[in-house]
């Protein structure tokens, strides 16, 4: 991993910068049409000319604007992470194989309440449930399946709703479009939780000189997931109807090596699928995503590779570490050190992320290069 640099993820990213259309057009151009968009859902809800349909960003409309925020927040749109504003971020990769880091600690929630319904340690339920109740935040945005496995952004208030949202879709879906279409009630601290496509579109957000009618600027807590890829909808639901039918699907997990499997849970049954059966619904904009540990977020995390019920969760910023230790103090959630081994794996396995959206990004820089 020799001289690799955030400036080499120019994804979409001209020299010429003045030419570029940075309104409708240039997403249409560079992200919609290329197949890279990941429903992340942070241009939605902007303007009347974008929707979201069947877990894709449709374009109804053209528009005529230069520049707007539907580019701006896009995050596979001109991404140049050395120019986000992220202080300690920019800096050699070597040295921050996952972004910057204050801890790496495993840990899981106490209490029978987030074991049952939680992906792994219930960890990111148990924090935000914290947070509410101490007026950390007064809201947070999660991800709810909808119709079937069709995610969707839901804003959250109490224990019941973040029970609802617990667990893992692997599909990614448009979470943070509640942010511009959410009914909110006069909140003024807003939790999110999101994959690392969504954190860091949030982390554009705020940076963004634009126009923001958003609540974009009360976003207080960001928790973001692990997340190595996400799944398309659409063919990934059809393929999933084609094996099990129209059963309805209560729990998604993804198992480590050797076994690799993708189960599904359905009415009392478990349907496994292997990994690589799924790999061609992986989306496109996923292999040139860099970031495995959600890096532009306070708190991030992921589970812990064969050991059960427990998190990996790599504190990020002094918020999230005052809000962690706070829940440690007061016994919510139990901590212990990482063991070496998971954490070389962990690194090794953000490093690998990255080396391939690099490859990915190079080749189709050739790519395009040649039919131009
Ligand atoms: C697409 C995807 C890929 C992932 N890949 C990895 C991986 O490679 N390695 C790894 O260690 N962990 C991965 N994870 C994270 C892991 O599945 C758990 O979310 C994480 O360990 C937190 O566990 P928990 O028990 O604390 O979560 P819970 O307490 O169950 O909370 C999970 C939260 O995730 C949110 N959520 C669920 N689905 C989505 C979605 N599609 N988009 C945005 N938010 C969602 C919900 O709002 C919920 O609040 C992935 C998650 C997703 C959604």
């Known amino acids: 991993m020799k ?15 003045f030419e570029m259309n940075k309104g409708l057009k240039g997403l249409e151009e560079r992200v919609l049409s290329q197949g890279l968009c990941v429903s992340c859902g942070a241009c939605l809800s902007l303007c009347p000319y974008l929707r979201s ?10 528009c005529g604007l230069d520049e707007g925020r539907c580019f701006a927040y896009c995050p596979k749109a001109e991404i140049d992470l050395e120019r986000i504003d992220h202080k300690e971020i920019n800096q050699k990769y070597k040295k921050i194989e996952m972004g910057p880091v204050k801890k790496v600690l495993m840990v899981r929630a106490k209490g029978t309440i987030w074991a049952k319904k939680a992906q792994s340690g219930g960890v990111v339920s148990a924090l935000i449930d914290f947070a509410l109740g101490k007026k950390a935040i007064d809201a947070a945005i999660l991800t709810q399946r909808e119709t079937d496995i069709l995610p969707g952004g839901r ?39 999101g994959l690392p496509c969504q954190a860091l579109a949030l982390t554009r957000m705020r940076s963004s000189s634009l126009e923001k009618r958003t609540p974009v600027d009360k976003v207080e807590l960001v928790i973001g997931l692990f997340c190595t890829w996400a799944l398309e909808y659409e063919q990934f639901s059809t393929f999933l109807k084609g094996k099990l039918g129209q059963s309805p699907i209560h729990k998604l997990e993804i198992t480590p090596p050797p076994e690799r499997l993708l ?10 699928l292997p990994i690589d059966e799924i790999r061609p619904f992986i989306r496109k904009g996923c ?86």
């Open 155 to 193: 804003i959250v208030r109490n224990r019941e709703d973040i029970l609802t949202c617990a667990g893992s879709s692997y599909i990614s879906g448009p979470t943070l479009e509640a942010l511009h279409k959410g009914l909110w009630q006069g909140e003024e601290k807003i939790g999110v939780v």
């Open 53 to 62: 349909w069947q877990g894709r960003v449709v374009k109804l409309h053209d």
């Open 263 to 272: 189960k599904v849970y359905t009415n009392g049954q478990l349907h496994p």
């Open 3 to 17: 001289g690799l640099y955030y400036s080499e993820f120019k994804v979409n990213f001209d020299r010429d910068e």
């Open 287 to 372: 292999h040139v995503c860099s970031d495995m540990t959600a890096e532009f977020s306070d708190i991030s995390a992921g589970t812990v590779e064969g050991i059960e019920g427990w998190n990996t969760v790599i504190i990020r910023s002094d918020r999230g570490e005052a809000l962690f230790k706070e829940a440690e103090e007061e016994g919510i959630i139990e901590c212990q050190l990482l063991p070496e081994d998971h954490l070389e794996h962990l690194k090794e396995a953000s490093l690998l992320k990255k080396e391939r959206a690099i490859n990915n990004i190079r080749e189709r820089e050739q790519s395009r290069g040649k039919s131009r």
